[in-house]
């Protein structure tokens, strides 16, 4: 053994520069890409067994078990909200397939209760029949007031707005929503949202509530 190995070995050092924490986050980093987050964590485990000699060993290990930890979040979050893009995709699908159906037969006039006051805030996308009789559902279930402002958490705002938007082909959804609740941050309130397993329960609610097949 060097005298350098040796030093390494028997002084503390900071966890960054440790040989103990670059070994374990280097195999940490290889078995995440060609294993997952639970491949890492068995051979973090046993890398933290052969270098126990090294006095910040025990440093070295709590933090790659943190960063695997956070490796793991990410990964569901991801997970999550790629099911979430999915089902949009799919509701988006049907609408497209539901379209020439509703367009055959004659519409009827929308009755006063489906227009917007002439003060109305909302924007013209927003305001249309078939998505003002969405608004009245919202309102019915207690998620907006008559101004049309939530009485939601700001999580489940967020899935609202998310939700309104599939039904109505809006694009820019947080721009159009953020202006017309006056609210900030709306994409981090619906990734947040996505973690949380309650908000997940409301957003079931809301396709029962306000159904793809709804029109004015």
Do not use: C
Not at 92 to 115: C, F, G, L, R, V
Not at 173 to 181: A, G, N, R, S, V
Not at 194 to 207: A, N
């Amino acid at each position: 053994m060097t005298q350098q190995d040796e030093q390494s070995r028997t002084s503390p050092m900071s966890t960054g520069g440790s040989i103990a924490y670059q070994v374990m986050n280097e195999a940490a980093a290889f078995y995440l890409q060609n294993g997952g987050v639970a491949a890492a964590r068995e051979h973090v485990d046993r890398l933290a067994n052969e270098l126990k000699f090294y006095p910040d060993n025990t440093e070295a290990y709590r933090t790659v078990m943190a960063q695997l930890s956070e490796a793991e979040r990410q990964e569901r979050h991801m997970a999550a909200e790629q099911r979430q893009q999915e089902q949009r995709n799919v509701m988006m699908a049907m609408m497209s397939a539901m379209q020439p159906q509703q367009q055959q037969p004659p519409q009827p006039e929308p009755t006063a209760s489906s227009e917007p006051p002439a003060s109305s805030p909302l924007p013209a996308e927003l305001a249309t029949p078939r998505a003002m009789r969405l608004w009245e559902l919202a309102q019915a279930a207690g998620y907006v007031d008559e101004d049309y402002q939530p009485l939601l958490s700001r999580t489940q705002s967020a899935l609202l707005a998310d939700w309104l938007s599939v039904l109505t082909g809006i694009q820019n959804k947080w721009k159009t929503f953020e202006e017309l609740w006056n609210r900030r941050n709306m994409r981090s309130d619906y990734n947040l949202a996505l973690t949380q397993r309650q908000s997940l329960d409301f957003q079931d609610e809301l396709k029962k509530t306000l159904p793809v097949g709804t029109h004015a």
